[in-house]
T-cell receptor, first 111, second 112 residues
Framework: GESVGLHLPTLSVQEGDNSIINCAYSNSASDYFIWYKQESGKGPQFIIDIRSNMDKRQGQRVTVLLNKTVKHLSLQIAATQPGDSAVYFCAEGGGYNKLIFGAGTRLAVHP | EAQVTQNPRYLITVTGKKLTVTCSQNMNHEYMSWYRQDPGLGLRQIYYSMNVEVTDKGDVPEGYKVSRKEKRNFPLILESPSPNQTSLYFC???????????FGPGTRLTVT
């Protein structure tokens, strides 16, 4: 498969545990934030987004928290499964089609 | 099936030999973008297009060209590829309103 990053920070979790992936963003004026999942050999896949006027948003097994005071974003995955193993990217956006991606975090789920 | 397709998926070429990577989407999306992905640097936007005949530079446009003659297609052109353009390239598209971008499967380019 394609290598998306040989030296990414890695979060290792046990199957069934909750995972928390963190991201610091740079622009306090960003309008929205997105989490993407990228499996080996594939393009990034949209997981969830959150507008800058929100603090929390929940999806299926995932929750995104936004702390604008410290410019911090987190993705919580409940009951992590082997299929959740991937690289996770946060992205911040504002205006037109401008997205700035973070470097990514690798999530490794162990049985 | 709604998708973004890219061709070729893998390409090895030599410095200076012009090449085109095609991108096509079947979702009638207005916005299309090209990104490159390099280890430790995440995804960086090369060019984007808000609609037919409307394109603009992203963060790393040097050495690349694009065109948007049809809504569904957004080819990436490297007029004179150099080794520093060796990378993994992704095309993406989305509706004008909305944040969810759909990414293609990627094109691995090696320039020797």
């Amino acid at each position: 498969g394609e290598s998306v990053g040989l030296h990414l920070p890695t979060l290792s979790v046990q199957e069934g545990d909750n995972s928390i992936i963190n991201c610091a963003y740079s622009n306090s004026a960003s309008d929205y934030f997105i989490w993407y999942k990228q499996e080996s050999g594939k393009g990034p896949q949209f997981i969830i987004d959150i507008r800058s006027n929100m603090d929390k948003r929940q999806g299926q097994r995932v929750t995104v928290l936004l702390n604008k005071t410290v410019k911090h974003l987190s993705l919580q995955i409940a009951a992590t499964q082997p299929g959740d193993s991937a690289v996770y990217f946060c992205a911040e956006g504002g205006g037109y089609n401008k997205l700035i991606f973070g470097a990514g975090t690798r999530l490794a789920v162990h049985p | 099936e709604a998708q973004v397709t890219q061709n070729p998926r893998y390409l090895i070429t030599v410095t200076g030999k012009k090449l085109t990577v095609t991108c096509s989407q079947n979702m009638n999306h207005e916005y299309m973008s090209w990104y490159r992905q390099d280890p430790g640097l995440g995804l960086r936007q090369i060019y984007y297009s808000m609609n037919v005949e409307v394109t603009d530079k992203g963060d790393v446009p040097e050495g690349y060209k694009v065109s948007r003659k049809e809504k569904r297609n957004f080819p990436l052109i490297l007029e004179s590829p150099s080794p520093n353009q060796t990378s993994l390239y992704f095309c993406a598209s989305r509706y004008r309103q909305g944040y969810e971008q759909y990414f293609g499967p990627g094109t691995r380019l090696t320039v020797t």
